[in-house]
């Protein structure tokens, strides 16, 4: 892994205003600071309702920060949102697929959203999905898919643009147990195969220990309560230690489970 820095979080923090409330505004981020080498896959992990998506927002350029400042590769993912297009993938725990396209209309969306002329998104669209075992199924609409057939498809649609950084919102939290692990191992082989930097958003923390390189783990409001580094030779004994430390800070978050 290069030590290159893709992505920094300094001191950023974010608050909501209550909305008809004299109330102090809801904070859900706060102060957190952290870096996202090259190439490497980082986990963020937390109950529900500590920060994650709210941190994801912030990282996809969709919510700007109260304070602090966050960069992707240099630049300011909400301020310069149009300067990504084609340099970041997104996969969300819904595939988001659009009814009326096909599966290959679907993967081509991000190439003919950057103007590539279609004959040539369509033969990288149908080498992705041939990639992702989906051939054969290039013409069928969302609706003839099974769920983990589906999520192959954002898969495919997320890779298809060549992404420097690859996030993902707990992406396969929808599916049943066996799918989900065919998926990450896929996943995995994909970003190790393109070099990319990824950004993991998981509650699960089998799925932590599963894919990530790096293990951020998040109390509310979003900010780093532990952090581990893993890698394939680690013992099991470290990984249980690893665990542990997840689950005892896991144990003492005030965050809805």
Not at 9 to 36: N, Q, Y
Not at 50 to 71: A, D, E, Y
Not at 118 to 134: C, F, M, Q, T, V
Not at 224 to 240: K, W
Request: hydrophobic fraction near 40%; aromatic fraction near 8%; glycine fraction near 10%.
């Amino acid at each position: 892994m290069s030590e290159a820095i893709e992505i920094v979080f300094e001191r950023v923090s974010k608050s909501f205003a209550r909305t008809g409330s004299a109330e102090p505004a809801f904070e859900a981020v706060s102060d957190l600071s952290f870096a996202v080498a090259r190439g490497e896959l980082a986990v963020i992990l937390g109950k529900t309702g500590c920060g994650k998506s709210t941190t994801f927002n912030l990282l996809s350029g969709l919510l700007h920060p109260t304070s602090g400042r966050v960069r992707v590769k240099g630049h300011d993912p909400f301020g310069e949102f149009d300067w990504f297009r084609g340099k970041i993938g997104i996969i969300f725990q819904n595939d988001r697929l659009m009814p009326w396209r096909t599966a290959i209309d679907n993967v081509a969306l991000g190439l003919e959203l950057n103007k590539m002329a279609r004959s040539e998104r369509l033969d990288i669209a149908s080498s992705w999905l041939k990639r992702l075992g989906l051939g054969g199924h290039e013409h069928d609409y969302p609706h003839a898919l099974s769920g983990g057939m589906r999520q192959r498809v954002s898969i495919a649609r997320a890779f298809a643009v060549r992404p420097d950084i690859l996030l993902c919102d707990e992406p396969f939290s929808a599916l049943d147990e066996i799918t989900g692990d065919t998926l990450r191992a896929e996943l995995l082989e994909l970003l190790h195969e393109t070099g990319a930097t990824g950004v993991f958003i998981t509650h699960s923390i089998d799925e932590a220990l599963r894919v990530g390189s790096r293990i951020l783990v998040f109390e509310r409001p979003a900010r780093i309560a532990y952090e581990a580094r893993l890698h394939p030779e680690m013992s099991g004994e470290a990984r249980a230690e690893i665990r542990a430390g997840i689950l005892r800070v896991l144990a003492g978050n005030n965050a809805e489970g």
